[in-house]
């Protein structure tokens, strides 16, 4: 097996959470269904993960008129 073999247990931790520093991607294919999942292994996916949960909830409460910009 290569370092990045995406289908090597050792890789996932609790079965959805993927983690290989060797490999270079931070978007791979989940291990099972349909969809993408990050690589915690690089700092830039935690940099996804905030614009993920972050954009919502300022546009939410933009429109909210929480925020008023």
Known sequence: MNDFDRNNYKYWKWGMFYKNPNDPSVWVPKRTGM???????????????????????????????????
């Open 35 to 69: 969809g993408w999942t990050l690589n915690f292994a690089h700092a830039l996916a935690y940099v996804y993960l905030a614009l993920i949960i972050i954009a919502p909830l300022v546009f939410t409460l933009y429109k909210t008129g929480v925020f008023k910009f």
